[in-house]
């Protein structure tokens, strides 16, 4: 496997921050741990500073390489902690196999979100098939925007990696040069005013967004851009997750309202 980007720059909790365009990812809703060799417990799976294939450390130096600080939020979600960031990332809830007491999305914490979005913020929500993800909590979050993750899983890759193929149409807000994309074990989205569908295949919708208030949210029902789906040996150069990475970063800056960048 091909060596995997260090991002060279520091990783600081949302709030220490002044005068910064900053991404806060969620640690707090994914807080999961394993031993690692010295048999301590460490934090890992979807997380900026992880340079393994489970971590997002390829995606965090995209942000900083556009002058956008990637920080985390390893508490609740309250409105200071999401005062101090432009985008928020939340990926892969816990659920009950992954974490002994899973922090789960409550009304409350859905309520603070959303007031936050609908003020500027742009929301990033990824999560993972049922079996590997809190979707029924998290839905109180999707829901408010029109977007409900199911249970229905599209893409189970076992072997054969062109099952995880999707393909972007032709002419796309998005994705305007990557069109062949890998994403596995999907929940598939329904849709409601005001969200609307990004990208569908054989029927099912893959990922859908929505504007509410002055803000932007973003849903694929996967982890998708970690690490291991860019530098996969396994994944032949058909594949664009590399570049739709780079162009989906680039959306999201993008979508932070104007009087709001700092």
């Not at 200071?80 to 007491?101: G, H, Q, V, W």
């Not at 099912?204 to 291991?228: C, L, R």
């Amino acid at each position: 496997m091909r060596k995997l980007l260090i991002a060279s720059f520091c990783f600081l909790t949302v709030g220490t921050i002044a005068q910064q365009r900053t991404v806060a990812l969620d640690y707090f809703f994914n807080n999961e741990y394993k031993k690692n060799t010295n048999g301590t417990l460490e934090r890992f799976h979807y997380i900026w500073e992880d340079t393994s294939i489970n971590g997002y450390s390829i995606w965090a130096k995209h942000f900083a390489d556009r002058n956008i600080l990637p920080t985390q939020i390893t508490t609740a979600p309250t409105n200071k902690s999401l005062k101090a960031a432009d985008i928020f990332i939340i990926s892969d809830p816990d659920n009950a196999k992954e974490a002994t007491n899973p922090n789960y999305m409550t009304a409350d914490y859905a309520e603070i979100i959303s007031n936050w979005v609908k003020k500027g913020g742009v929301l990033v929500m990824l999560t993972n098939d049922s079996a590997n993800a809190d979707l029924s909590h998290f839905n109180l979050l999707a829901n408010k925007f029109g977007i409900h993750f199911t249970d229905k899983v599209r893409n189970s890759v076992i072997k054969d990696i062109s099952v995880g193929k999707i393909m972007v149409p032709a002419q796309h807000n998005i994705f305007k040069t990557a069109k062949t994309l890998y994403l596995k074990g999907i929940s598939t989205i329904e849709v409601q005013s005001p969200a609307k569908m990004e990208v569908a295949d054989k029927g099912d919708i893959i990922m859908a967004s929505a504007k509410y208030g002055k803000g932007t949210v973003f849903a694929i029902g996967d982890p998708w851009i970690y690490n291991e789906y860019i530098v996969n040996f396994r994944l032949n150069d058909t594949f664009q997750n590399g570049i739709a990475s780079v162009e989906f970063t680039e959306w999201l800056i993008a979508q932070i309202p104007a009087k709001s960048k700092k």
